[in-house]
Structures are given as structure tokens and as C-alpha cells.
């Protein structure tokens, strides 16, 4: 059987919910793709906090925000303030970060995770 790859908004969740759509779905391991882990609504998404919780469940959890986030500190990937996808898909450090993920799925079920509900407003 091979691994699976999903993607996961963390949105407005109670932390017991999110764990449990995590486990509902084999998800051993997580892959942060925000570029700025934190959230001042939900605080249990804050990156230390969401860390420790998901190992207490048996989930890795990987912070992936510089190589796969949204707003990368590259000057070049923006026009105006504005991101422009393609030249941050081009970046060495987003392929290095797909790598990583490709890699994993050789071995875990994974999660992309981001903030919004939902996927198709999101970057992920």
C-alpha cells in the first residue's frame, strides 16, 4: 500500500478536533507549510505548542514554511508586494522542500498543513 499526501487547514479547530482528523485519516506526520507558524486566534497552532501536542499522539511535525510557504523572505519572488507563484516554484529552496515531502511520503502518510479551511483559497 502506498503512502498518502494531504492537505489540512487548521482554521478555527479545537485542537482535539484537529488531532482527531488528523488520526481519522492515518496522518502520522505533518508538514507546516505556513510561513509564519503562529496564530494569534487559535494559540494552539502556535508552532511550539502544535509540536508538542501532535508528538504526543505519535504525528511528526515538520516545519516546512521557509521552503514551502506563501511569503518567502525572497525579494525576487515579488512584484509589487505581491507573490508571484511560479518564481517561488522555481526557487531552489522550493524544490529541496518538495524533495523533502516526496521523500516522506516513501515512508508516512502527510499532511500539508496551512491555515485556511479552505484549499483553494490557500497556497498549499
Same mark, same amino acid.
Given at each position: 500500500?502506498?503512502?498518502?499526501?494531504?492537505?489540512?487547514?487548521?482554521s478555527?479547530?479545537d485542537?482535539?478536533?484537529?488531532?482527531?482528523?488528523?488520526k481519522?485519516?492515518?496522518?502520522?506526520?505533518?508538514?507546516?507549510?505556513?510561513?509564519?507558524?503562529?496564530?494569534?486566534? *487559535?494559540?494552539? !497552532? $502556535? =508552532?511550539k505548542?502544535?509540536?508538542?501536542?501532535?508528538?504526543?499522539?505519535?504525528?511528526?511535525y515538520?516545519?516546512?514554511?521557509?521552503?514551502?510557504?506563501?511569503?518567502?523572505?525572497?525579494?525576487?519572488?515579488?512584484?509589487?508586494?505581491?507573490?508571484?507563484?511560479?518564481?517561488?516554484?522555481? *526557487?531552489?529552496? !522550493? $524544490? =529541496?522542500?518538495?524533495?523533502r515531502?516526496?521523500?516522506?511520503?516513501?515512508?508516512?502518510?502527510?499532511?500539508?498543513?496551512?491555515?485556511?479551511k479552505?484549499?483553494?483559497?490557500?497556497?498549499?
Amino acid at each position: 500500500m502506498s503512502n498518502q499526501l494531504y492537505t489540512i487547514g487548521h482554521s478555527n479547530h479545537d485542537i482535539d478536533k484537529f488531532v482527531a482528523l488528523l488520526k481519522g485519516h492515518g496522518i502520522n506526520a505533518l508538514a507546516d507549510v505556513r510561513s509564519m507558524p503562529y496564530s494569534r486566534h *487559535t494559540p494552539h !497552532f $502556535k =508552532q511550539k505548542p502544535l509540536k508538542s501536542i501532535l508528538q504526543r499522539y505519535g504525528i511528526r511535525y515538520v516545519f516546512l514554511g521557509q521552503e514551502l510557504g506563501a511569503r518567502p523572505r525572497l525579494e525576487s519572488c515579488y512584484v509589487h508586494g505581491k507573490a508571484l507563484y511560479e518564481r517561488i516554484a522555481s *526557487t531552489e529552496n !522550493f $524544490k =529541496q522542500g518538495i524533495k523533502r515531502i516526496l521523500d516522506g511520503t516513501k515512508k508516512l502518510d502527510i499532511a500539508l498543513m496551512c491555515a485556511e479551511k479552505d484549499p483553494i483559497v490557500c497556497h498549499r
